[in-house]
């Protein structure tokens, strides 16, 4: 039995189904979420959705997005989820923690089967059925093969392919990262085919900005761009600074591809004070330039070859003067 009919037989044998994703969710996390709970009810089950945080507001049109229960604001029905389920998904990553180590811990406790549908490096192996596949652009494009390989795509709708399309359009940079193979477009083509509406969805997710935010992007591009030598680039943004145009959740997504975007330059960084903590997303272009080592080595993070991320307890300044000091060693 291939992995998507092993899938399709614990969703059939399962009464309390839950969905889990990662940390500060993104278009793949809520998407495939989202995309995995529609296709759950057209096979006539229902489910729960349980994510660690609230979904950005740049993602809120989605249908049924107002149905996801967030941990931190409603750790207890989190909790009982949980606790009560019989299958559970994990979506978009690698790893319990993922979910922050409160969530990830109750995870790795509680006895429901376990399936991880993913695309990030090197998964756990935590759950009962691991999916992972790294060379998939998203989630998302997963949840698709799902349906497709389970002979299920009689059941796809505009209903499960939005958030789809959302998925794959955001974690491949709409659709311009080497991620994207023909496989990719034969999906997104299969979505128009189902009655996906691609102008409004680009609509509703990229033109939905505030005036502050606006601002805030002009600022950290006229004020706060710093280049070295003609391959880095790099935007920081204090706790004061981000306060200072009432920084909402979202505000900042995509501004280190701003960096990335300057002719010549190969690597990016961006870094954001928040609560005393240095969180700091990188990203790279081509195979000459991996970024997960830097980010694994000096950061406590990790992630793909060309987008990754870490976080550094110190002082902003301390964070960028130690990129600068060993970025040479990755050129
Ligand atoms: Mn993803």
């Known amino acids: 039995m291939n992995i998507s009919n092993q899938i399709i037989e614990q969703i059939k044998n399962a009464n309390k189904i839950v969905i889990t994703s990662h940390k500060s969710p993104d278009g793949d996390s809520i998407g495939s979420s989202l995309a995995l709970f529609q296709f759950l009810k057209k096979l006539n089950k229902s489910a729960s959705i349980c994510h660690p945080d609230a979904c950005p507001k740049f993602l809120s049109w989605l249908e049924d997005v107002n149905l996801i229960v967030n941990f931190e604001e409603n750790k207890e029905e989190v909790e009982r989820l949980l606790n009560s389920a019989d299958l559970i998904f994990s979506l978009d990553y690698n790893e319990p923690s993922r979910m922050g180590n409160e969530m990830g811990e109750i995870l790795s406790k509680v006895s429901a089967f376990k399936i991880m549908i993913d695309h990030h490096l090197n998964p756990s192996g935590f759950a009962n059925i691991n999916w992972s596949d790294t060379s998939s652009c998203s989630t998302c494009q997963l949840i698709y093969e799902l349906i497709a390989e389970s002979g299920n795509l009689d059941l796809l709708d505009a209903q ?172």
């Open 160 to 331: 499960i392919g939005t958030p789809i399309y959302v998925g794959i359009m955001t974690d491949t940079g709409s659709f311009r990262f080497n991620s994207v193979k023909a496989k990719t477009h034969l999906i997104i083509a299969k979505l128009l085919d189902v009655g996906v509406k691609n102008d409004e969805i680009h609509e509703n997710t990229f033109d939905d900005n505030t005036q502050d935010k606006l601002k805030l992007r002009g600022f950290a591009t006229s004020e706060k761009l710093v280049i070295l030598g003609d391959k880095v680039a790099y935007i920081s943004l204090s706790e004061e600074e981000l306060n200072q145009f009432k920084h909402d959740k979202g505000d900042t997504e995509g501004l280190v591809n701003v960096a990335l975007s300057i002719k010549g330059v190969k690597i990016a960084a961006f870094f954001a004070e928040k609560d005393g903590l240095i969180k700091i997303s990188f990203r790279s272009k081509g195979i000459d330039h991996p970024i997960n080592m830097l980010a694994n080595e000096y950061f406590q993070g990790g992630g793909h070859a060309n987008a990754a991320g870490g976080k550094f307890e110190g002082k902003l300044t301390d964070a960028i003067e130690l990129f600068e000091k060993v970025i040479p060693n990755y050129m």
